[in-house]
């Protein structure tokens, strides 16, 4: 039973110590083998620190790995919410030029039909859109088939 405890305990640190003291041969070698433990206790201790550090920091990176990857997909959310909603407002400024336009062409329209077909006035005048074409009363006059140039020509001939 003791030697079972001494062995889970003691058995590394003591089996290198010896070996060290052996290899050393100092002239105190109970001292030496002393210091020698005091020291490996030391070396196991930073070792065991230096283990857990690292633990922590590969937890740590593997958290700032999360929130990037959060982040990155917040990011991505955002972006798609702001397209979405670009969109969605120009789809509603779309409709609204759409509705005052049809709103323009049926006052244009109860206009027309309000001063006739024969009031004189032109395209540009009944239409309030910027470059509708300002075309003046085209009258027809009831005149025979073929032109005055149309017999000119004929008569050279």
């Given at each position: ?40 206790k030391n070396n196991v201790t ?21 929130e990037q990857e959060m982040m ?16 969605f407002q120009l789809e509603l ?65």
């Open positions: 039973m003791e030697s079972a405890y001494l062995q889970k305990n003691l058995g590394t640190c003591l089996t290198q110590g010896l070996a060290e003291v052996a290899r050393m041969r100092p002239v105190d070698p109970i001292e030496y083998l002393a210091l020698w433990i005091y020291k490996y930073v070792e065991q620190q230096r283990q857990e550090e690292m633990a922590q920091l590969e937890h740590e990176r593997e958290l700032a790995v999360m990155e997909r917040l990011k991505a959310e955002e972006l798609l919410f702001q397209q979405q909603q670009l969109a400024e779309m409709q609204e030029k759409e509705r005052q336009r049809i709103e323009e062409l049926q006052r244009a329209q109860e206009q027309f039909e309000k001063d006739g077909a024969d009031s004189g006035r032109t395209l540009a005048e009944i239409s309030d859109r910027y470059g509708a074409p300002n075309l003046s009363r085209v009258e027809e006059l009831d005149e025979p088939m073929l032109s005055d140039v149309a017999l000119n020509i004929d008569q050279d001939l």
